[in-house]
């Protein structure tokens, strides 16, 4: 007889709420320093990793503006400091400015900063590109060299966005099995990336790491958004409504509510679904302006579904491609392109 062990349970981590107030004490600590001018080189990239890490969590758009002028500004008052560019590469990648962000990465070893930290970030930087081969290298490289934690699970994330789950679960497995920290972020990240990985092949399975996930951080929007989609897709669909709703109405990142307005609207209540969907398309129509390569994938999708703009989707699908040739990418513009068609033909019938 096969025992499923909880995830949760077989690797013990802090409460999330102890450690997300911890994160919060962390930074706010950083920033008085900062304040009063106290801040060394290294200290201004933790603050940015910290800040980032948050955004990450609670699903908070606001904190990775924060990073992200942070890490500007540092880079204008220090070019001489390959550490400032090395931060402002890590705020320029989670903003899907890939090309600039491996400009501020060789820089950074221009003025010194070699070594793993540069070597990861340009792995992160070629897989979510789509240039696996070159980021396999990289990876491989790191995971002979230091066979830890954060090097098993990059190669996890790389095989899974390849669609290698096979080999993804076993590197999950060694990941986790590596883990030497009490802190339940980079864990509950490695279990939402598992998750994520299931969610078009195996709902259930999905589901189970989705749910370690939020258990060990319940703070975790992006972990509990996705389980939301699975709890829908295995027909909990009041389960799903309910963490939608509660997801939409505290972050900033209109996903949530995107989401939400799909999920009400396929039960028939319109009324709300309007609502949220206003809501959602004002939000995104901001976020674009600000950051298009972060938000084109995520506009694309709203617009092919409750968004109800094929053609706007298929703009934006086409600016995601360009910024990252990876298959989803192409799968997306696809869909886009069909959409078009599509209502191309129910206009001319």
Known sequence: MNVVVNPVEAIRTTHGTIALSHLDGQIDGLERFAARGEMESRAWVELVDLITLRAQILGRIADYERASLIAEQRSEVAPGDGLAFLSRARTRASLHRFAEAMADLDHAAELGQ???????????????????????????????????????????????????????????????????????????????????????????????????????????????????????????????????????????????????????????????????????EKRYETLLAWAPAAFADHGAHFWLSVGGEPARALALARINLEVRATPKARRLFDAALAACANTAIARSA
């Open 114 to 280: 070699t070594g793993r930290e540069i070597e990861v970030d340009k792995a992160a930087i070629l897989q979510a590109v789509g240039l696996y081969a070159e980021a396999m290298t990289i990876r491989r490289g790191i995971a002979d060299a230091s066979p830890d934690f954060e090097a098993a699970g990059g190669l996890a994330s790389l095989y899974a966005d390849i669609g290698d789950t096979d080999a993804a679960e076993q590197w999950f497995d060694k990941s986790s099995l590596r883990y030497r920290s009490v802190s339940p972020f980079a864990l509950a990240q490695l279990e939402f990336q598992r998750g994520h990985m299931w969610m078009a092949h195996d709902p259930e399975r999905a589901h189970r790491w989705l749910l370690a996930a939020w258990q060990r951080l319940p703070q975790y929007a992006q972990a509990e958004g996705h389980l939301a989609e699975v709890e829908e897709a295995l027909g909990d669909r009041h389960s799903a409504i309910a963490r939608l709703e509660r997801l939409a109405a505290e972050s900033d990142d209109p996903d949530f509510a995107a989401e939400l307005a799909r999920i009400l609207r396929d039960a028939g209540r319109h009324g709300e679904s309007e609502q949220w969907r206003s809501y959602a």
